[in-house]
């Protein structure tokens, strides 16, 4: 079934073309920035099981990056993707961005607490912020 809504009213309530908005089944309209209107959309392709394939610059956006690096992690093999046959442009599946983000988070954080471990045993890491701390409030 396929619907299309040019001017949602309800309640009272308009939204303008080109904003965002989450309508309820029961007619309540919840206004989106465009942030929480990719990640809504991100989880219902997600929990409907389907493929949501965007370009390297929506990837980038997604990932707080420029294009430049999302390419370069395309092509270290880090992330796969699909070339679209009509323009051969790269593709990537929103759901392998999450989990590349996810997981660079994960590698991030235990790279931190190696770090962390690291300077603790060389005697480097300050255990007491106190007297460092009053160092700048004189």
């Known amino acids: 079934m396929t619907a299309v809504l040019d001017m949602p009213h309800v309640d009272g309530t308009t939204i303008p073309r080109g904003d965002r908005a989450l309508v309820g089944a029961a007619g309540d309209v919840v206004e989106l920035s465009a942030e929480a209107y990719e990640a809504a959309l991100n989880a219902a392709f997600g929990v409907m099981g389907r493929r949501r394939m965007v370009t390297t610059g929506e990837a980038a956006k997604l990932l707080n990056c420029s294009a430049r690096t999302v390419a370069r992690i395309l092509d270290s ?34 790279s931190l607490a190696s770090m962390r471990r690291a300077a603790s045993e060389m005697g480097l890491y300050d255990e007491d912020d106190a007297a460092y701390v009053a160092d700048f409030d004189q």
Do not use: S
């Open 77 to 110: 093999g880090r992330l796969p993707f699909t070339r679209n046959g009509a323009t051969g442009r790269r593709m990537v599946d929103v759901a392998d961005v999450m989990d590349y983000q996810h997981r660079e988070r994960e590698r991030m954080e235990r």
